[in-house]
């Protein structure tokens, strides 16, 4: 069992900065994707960055705002989210996936205001 929780998510105007954190604890284990989602109201969950290994991937609306990082001593996922936008807002949820086992975030609320 894996427990992820996120944190640092809130109101920000457009052009600011936040950095969401995803503290992880249980049977972490090795070579593991960890990942940020997000879905707006009425859209489904989409990727926004992923990264295993030092290797990382964003969706392309985030490419050169966002800046996905991990610490594995503190076993925790960043997101570190600059020139946010309007359609930035949705809820984030953190995702950790080892083999078969999938683990996901309770979320942390992202809200851009224009």
């Known amino acids: 069992q894996v427990q992820l929780v996120e944190s640092g998510g809130g109101l920000v105007q457009a052009g600011g900065s936040l950095r969401l954190s995803c503290a992880a604890s249980?049977?972490?284990?090795?070579?593991?994707?960890m990942a940020w989602y997000r879905q707006a109201p009425g859209k489904q969950r989409e990727l926004v960055a992923s990264?295993?290994?030092?290797?990382?991937n964003y969706e392309d609306s985030v490419k050169g705002r966002f800046t996905i990082s991990r610490d594995n001593a503190k076993n925790t996922l960043y997101l570190q989210m600059n020139s946010l936008k309007p359609e930035d807002t949705a809820i984030y949820y953190c995702?950790?996936?080892?083999?078969?086992?999938?683990?996901w975030g309770q979320g942390t609320q992202v809200t851009v205001s224009s």
């Open positions: 995702k950790y996936s080892r083999y078969r086992d999938v683990y």
């Open positions: 249980g049977t972490i284990g090795s070579f593991y994707v």
């Open positions: 990264t295993i290994g030092g290797i990382t």
